[in-house]
C-alpha cells in the first residue's frame, strides 16, 4: 500500500513516454510495458520530485478532486516497479 506521507519518484531503469491516452513506461532492466492512463497520474508523476510528499504533489495537481482513483493508480505503478520511495 502506498503511503501519501512518503516522497516517491521514477524507480531506477524506467522511462516514460507521453501518449494521448497517458503514457507507457519501460522498465531498461527488466524490458516491462506499463500503460499509464489519465494526464492527472502522469502529472503526479512529473511532480513527485518537486514535493516532500506524495500528497502534497497530488495537493498541487488535483487540488480538490476525488484522489481515490490516483491512489488505485499509484498503488499499481509501486507495486509493478515503477515507482518506489525516495531514500533522500
Known amino acids: 500500500m502506498i503511503d501519501l506521507t512518503l ?7 524506467i522511462a516514460i513516454r507521453k501518449e ?3 503514457a507507457i513506461s519501460y522498465n531498461q ?3 516491462q510495458l506499463v500503460l499509464i492512463t489519465g494526464t492527472d ?5 512529473y ?5 516532500e510528499s506524495l500528497n502534497d ?3 498541487q495537481v488535483l487540488a480538490k478532486r476525488d484522489r481515490k482513483e490516483i491512489i488505485g493508480a499509484m498503488n499499481d505503478l509501486k507495486s509493478r516497479g ?7
Not at 511532480?47 to 514535493?51: G, H, L, P, T, V
Open 7 to 13: 516522497r516517491y519518484r521514477l524507480a531506477d531503469g
Open 20 to 22: 494521448s491516452f497517458g
Open 29 to 31: 532492466l527488466t524490458r
Open 41 to 45: 497520474v502522469i502529472s503526479i508523476i
Open 47 to 51: 511532480a513527485m520530485d518537486d514535493f
Open 57 to 59: 504533489a497530488m495537493d
Open 82 to 88: 515503477v515507482i518506489c520511495e525516495t531514500t533522500t
